[in-house]
């Protein structure tokens, strides 16, 4: 359990099934028809770098490879492509992770964002080995939207985690 | 006596072994499935997992389609309901001249003993999403190996010719379109009989390669298939030349066409039947049955000799 630096309240454990929850409703996020629209943020990896700088302990590489495997069989893509972006997002997120959380959120942010972009230059390095082009720089405006959507969602994924505050004169913490 | 750390403090292998060897794993799975194409296995067990999520994550769209036509005035009903009648009628005297003609066609291709032209069939199915991969042209249809769909089979709509199913899962199927990379169509252009193949380009359009510079081909011209493949049915229209760019430095000319079918557009399609394989003539099928009887020949041999070794 680590407290991050903007915030000095005493989190309660995470539970195991909002991890689980918060990892299949970004995996459904995903699978939403948003295919035409190029910039769309990969929720999948932002949800994974979160809980693995989060908790490394609980979310790593295996579930960021079980993850990557299911949307590449989604997107019809080539098996593995995503398994390996994800992979190294989850490494990169828990080995990082002591030295994100010391930062207020807003430079967090700044600090997921190569993670991101590191998910998105994999998935292109990947086609252009097998032969594709670059379908454009706005291709890597999603790292960009979902390095913004850092803050909101640590909100959001910590909500659970916070104790209801109730004042104890008595009672030092 | 060796100092071992408490059981308090494992933590199971090192963060870098762990990485090492899953990114060898994606590494090993793309590089099989990019070559090899023997994972597809795999791909179906995992489609079990995803495809109820997708379908989840489809349901929003799929509901505010179903409220917008359900909340369609009565008017435009009525008057879309007066514009298919009309077309019908308007279409009857063609269709009823080209059963004519069709039977008249069956008639004299008898007489000259050439081969009859097979019915095409098939089965109609829906686009549900098209890949989320920028660099796919991809699309998943509705029916898969409970309708019997099988990888190979081509995917038409009412312009002509959208793709090929390319991947088989037990209740989608995923079909490559005409436009995408990899994907080629033997053709024939209508007004000279000139036979070629095109090829996708990825970006909407398609190419025909190979052409010379001095090749009778216009702007305007349409590409039909010429059935040469023995997967998709001759005659089908695919696409109309566009743009033709003849530099004197290259030996062959660019040209580029569009399909003449709504290939980005979702909508329904139809999935042909596969055509039965064309029989050899007898000569070339004797060849092939004592190549076939020598290879099982040798295979038992082989197994033969095997335990000699041991």
Redesign the interface.
């Given at each position: 359990m680590h407290t991050s630096y903007s915030s000095s309240r005493i989190l309660l454990p995470v539970r195991p099934w909002f991890i689980a929850l918060s990892l299949?409703a970004a995996?459904?996020?995903?699978?939403?028809?948003?295919?035409?629209w190029?910039a769309a943020p990969d929720w999948l990896a932002l949800v994974i770098v979160f809980w693995s700088v989060r908790e490394p302990?609980r979310v790593?590489?295996?579930l960021?490879?079980l993850f990557?495997?299911?949307m590449d069989?989604?997107?019809?893509?080539?098996?593995?492509?995503h398994?390996?972006a994800y992979?190294?997002a989850a490494?990169g997120g828990?080995?990082l992770s002591r030295r994100i959380l010391w930062f207020p959120l807003g430079q967090q942010a700044l600090q997921v964002f190569p993670l991101l972009l590191l998910v998105q230059l994999v998935q292109f390095a990947?086609?252009t080995v097998?032969?594709?082009?670059l379908?454009g720089m706005v291709?890597f405006l999603g790292p960009c939207f979902g390095a913004f959507l850092w803050p909101l969602l640590t909100l959001l994924l910590l909500l659970p985690q916070h104790q209801p505050v109730d004042h104890d004169d008595n009672r030092p913490l | 006596m060796d100092q071992q750390p408490p059981p308090f403090f494992k933590r199971g292998p090192a963060p870098v072994a762990l990485l090492s060897f899953y990114v060898a794993l994606s590494l090993a799975l793309l590089v099989v499935d990019a070559r090899f194409q023997t994972l597809e296995v795999l791909r179906q067990a995992l489609s079990m997992f995803t495809h109820p999520v997708q379908q989840l994550a489809h349901l929003p769209a799929q509901l505010l389609d179903n409220a917008g036509s359900y909340f369609a005035s009565a008017a435009r009903l009525q008057a879309e309901n007066a514009e298919l009648q009309r077309g019908r009628l308007e279409h009857v005297a063609a269709l009823l001249r080209s059963q004519h003609v069709e039977a008249e066609n069956e008639r004299l291709r008898k007489l000259l003993g050439v081969k009859e032209r097979q019915q095409v069939s098939g089965q109609v199915a829906q686009i549900l999403y098209s890949a989320r991969d920028p660099y796919a042209r991809r699309v998943i249809i509705d029916k898969g190996q409970q309708d019997k769909v099988i990888a190979g089979q081509p995917v038409i709509d009412d312009l002509g010719i959208v793709g090929q199913v390319t991947r088989t899962f037990p209740f989608v199927a995923e079909v490559t379109l005409i436009t995408d990379k990899e994907q080629a169509v033997p053709v024939q252009v209508v007004r000279t009989g000139l036979r070629s193949v095109v090829f996708g380009l990825g970006d909407g359009q398609l190419e025909l390669r190979f052409m010379p510079v001095n090749a009778d081909l216009q702007n305007g011209d349409l590409l039909v298939t010429s059935g040469l493949d023995g997967i998709f049915p001759a005659g089908f229209p695919v696409a109309k030349v566009v743009h033709i760019e003849s530099d004197t430095a290259y030996s062959f000319a660019r040209i580029f066409c569009v399909p003449t079918a709504a290939v980005e557009h979702f909508s329904e399609v139809m999935v042909l039947d596969p055509r039965p394989p064309v029989a050899l003539p007898e000569e070339l099928a004797d060849e092939v049955a004592t190549k076939d009887t020598k290879a099982s020949a040798r295979v038992v041999r082989a197994k033969k000799k095997r335990p000699k070794k041991d």
């Open positions: 299949l995996l459904l996020l995903n699978f939403l028809p948003t295919s035409a190029l302990r790593g590489m295996g960021a490879f990557g495997l299911a069989v989604a997107d019809a893509g080539l098996l593995g492509q398994a390996l992979v190294l490494y828990s080995s990947v086609w097998a032969g594709a082009e379908p291709y | -």
